[in-house]
């Protein structure tokens, strides 16, 4: 599985077209094979969590996919809705690595005899 975030900043006067695509994208990528989870993203400026702050031209998809599935991503009808209304486009692709680490960390801990509640300790989670 990989996760895909995409953010745009779209031109104003597709402000309403926008709110639009939040409502009915996430129906839409659902129906797209290999997705496992959908979040649509509004973002702002990153000064504050206040209303203020809000940016109404920032928005963003965050969806998580099989690899096998990743090359048609961009491919996809939602994805290239949101390319023809922004003048600036974003996107990360990101591979899972802290769940690998922390059970190759339990493992050498349970492996070397170090009881369960020293676990806890170093690892943070159970």
């Known amino acids: 599985m990989i996760t895909a975030v995409y953010f745009w900043r779209i031109k104003t006067i597709f402000l309403p077209l926008a709110i639009i695509y939040m409502a009915i994208n996430k129906i839409q990528l659902k129906r797209f094979p ?3 989870f959908i979040k649509m993203l509004g973002t702002g400026k990153g000064e504050s969590f206040t209303p ?3 940016d109404p031209t920032r928005w963003g998809i965050l969806v998580t996919i099989d690899e096998n599935q990743i ?3 961009d491919k996809i009808f939602v994805i290239k809705c949101w390319q ?3 003048k600036k ?3 990360v692709l990101l591979k899972p690595i802290s769940l690998k680490i922390k059970l190759v960390i339990l493992i050498n801990l349970l492996l070397l005899g170090v009881g369960k509640k020293s ?3 170093s ?3 159970f």
Do not use: H, P, T
């Open 119 to 121: 676990v806890k300790k």
């Open 71 to 73: 090359s048609n991503l």
């Open 123 to 125: 690892i943070g989670y």
């Open 84 to 86: 023809k209304i922004c």
């Open 52 to 54: 203020r702050d809000a």
């Open 89 to 91: 486009e974003y996107r």
């Open 34 to 36: 290999g997705i496992s």
